[in-house]
């Protein structure tokens, strides 16, 4: 069943019964991130990042009640989520131990080689960004000769970085620094985030700025700033969604918020494709390990389309929805994926490895706070691209390319800043006291 048909056939129809659903949904899973959250900060950061799993959630809820799909389906949605939260639950204790040892800790960062490193980061983004729409013209910018180009996956490592780098500059470079960083990095970001045409790019900033606060929890003007733009830039977020579904659908105000609140309940999409017409027992079993590596092979084009073709969940999911060479398609939750590759019990293990590895980044990541550039560049680069596990399972197989890439040219600036920068020049001492 399409999404066309859910909301005409089985959403619009019983929308009272869905909204209860939401709620109760949202209260459950505001206790559970209550419960391992080392603070409020930290809990507004996962809520927005996780809140497609609410809407998704709601979603297998609502089906279920209305027997729309099996029992099979539902009790292996709940048995992989239950066991995937509890073991994180688990260590909600480590996570406290870690963030009470770090917020007292100071870091010490090499001014003048942070600020080299920041804007080359910054240039090559620039760089990327232009070749990815101007070059190749495309809003994915994933195809060049089919599978995703060389050119997306080098942005997936070089726009944390830089987003990262330019926060980290304004915050603790000097005037100078500041006023070379700032027109070089946020003119271009929203020019391309304008041609990109984003309605999530206000959020992902928000999101992206409260990351950077857990990591400088000690610095008190990060946190004031931060806050101060949090109500802005979630405003912005919000009428920036509307205005571009207004602009791209030319259609009235009313209209587009419907379509954004449609946005939402269609998080849970994939589930409304893989279990109403039983499409997920229809997929051919094939190699997670294929499924794993094959993204980053036809990132180095090491392989053709067809390999990548052969695991790719979301695609497989639209062409049996709506037929043979569609494109896209929703982001594969770990309950879908581990269904996919290792059937019912399969599943519940591949949720206990899903959580565990969310639990190793979140343990990085509690231990680069407040620690030197160097630490918390690598805490944020993980947690962008590990911490939405949960939500979007792909993130696994893009993961392996990325972190090569990642590695080879943050080794490569790393050896050549200390190269030109010895490690006596003046350093940058930050103090929780005195910031």
């Given at each position: 069943m399409n999404l066309y048909g859910f909301f005409s056939t089985y959403l619009l129809p019983n929308i009272d019964l869905y909204f209860k659903v939401l709620l109760i949904v949202a209260l459950?899973?505001?206790?559970i991130y209550k419960m391992f959250c080392v603070n409020i900060e930290d809990m507004i950061t996962l809520i927005a990042i996780y809140l497609g799993v609410v809407f998704s959630t709601a979603i297998v809820t609502f089906l279920f009640i209305l027997k729309i799909i099996e029992y099979k389906y539902f009790i292996n949605f709940l048995?992989?989520?239950?066991?995937?939260?509890?073991?994180?639950?688990?260590?909600?204790?480590?996570?406290?131990?870690?963030?009470?040892?770090?917020?007292k800790e100071y870091a010490y960062s090499n001014d003048k080689s942070v600020f080299i490193f920041s804007l080359l980061c910054i240039i090559f983004f620039i760089i990327l960004q232009y070749m990815r729409i101007e070059i190749i013209g495309e809003r994915t910018a994933a195809t060049k000769g089919g599978g995703t180009g060389i050119i997306t996956r080098l942005l997936t490592v070089f726009s944390p970085i830089a987003?990262?780098?330019?926060?980290?500059?304004?915050?603790?470079?000097?005037?100078?620094q500041r006023i070379i960083i700032f027109p070089l990095f946020v003119i271009p970001y929203v020019y391309f985030s304008l041609l990109n045409i984003s309605k999530s790019a206000f959020i992902n900033i928000l999101i992206m700025l409260y990351v950077f606060l857990l990591l400088n929890i000690g610095n008190k003007k990060v946190q004031v700033t931060v806050k101060k733009?949090?109500?802005p830039l979630l405003v912005f977020g919000i009428f920036g969604g509307i205005i571009i579904i207004i602009l791209t659908a030319s259609t009235g105000f009313i209209q587009a918020v419907y379509l954004l609140l449609q946005r939402?309940?269609?998080?849970?999409?994939?589930?409304?494709?893989?279990?109403?017409d039983k499409?997920?027992?229809?997929?051919?079993?094939?190699?997670?390990?294929k499924y794993l590596f094959a993204d980053g092979l036809?990132?180095?084009r090491l392989v053709d389309i067809s390999y990548v073709n052969d695991v790719e969940i979301p695609g497989k999911l639209m062409n049996m929805v709506y037929g043979a060479g569609t494109t896209g398609g929703?982001?594969?939750?770990f309950n879908i994926v581990g269904y996919a590759f290792f059937r019912f019990f399969g599943s519940i293990l591949f949720s206990v490895f899903c959580a565990l590895l969310f639990v190793i980044v979140r343990c990085i990541f509690l231990g680069s706070i407040n620690g030197s550039f160097q630490k918390q560049l690598f805490g944020f680069f993980l947690f962008k691209n590990l911490s939405d596990i949960e939500q979007d399972t792909s993130v696994l197989p893009r993961f392996v390319a990325t972190f090569v890439l990642f590695f080879i040219f943050y080794s490569l600036f790393d050896l050549c800043i200390n190269f030109c920068m010895p490690i006596n020049k003046k350093r940058l001492i930050l103090y929780e006291n005195n910031i």
């Open positions: 459950i899973y505001l206790i048995t992989t989520t239950i066991v995937f939260y509890t073991i994180i639950i688990s260590f909600s204790n480590k996570f406290k131990n870690i963030y009470n040892c770090r917020k987003f990262f780098s330019f926060l980290y500059i304004m915050f603790y470079g000097n005037s100078k733009l949090t109500i939402f309940v269609a998080y849970g999409d994939v589930y409304i494709y893989a279990y109403i499409n997920i027992d229809n997929f051919e079993q094939v190699s997670f390990l036809r990132t180095f929703p982001n594969p939750r």
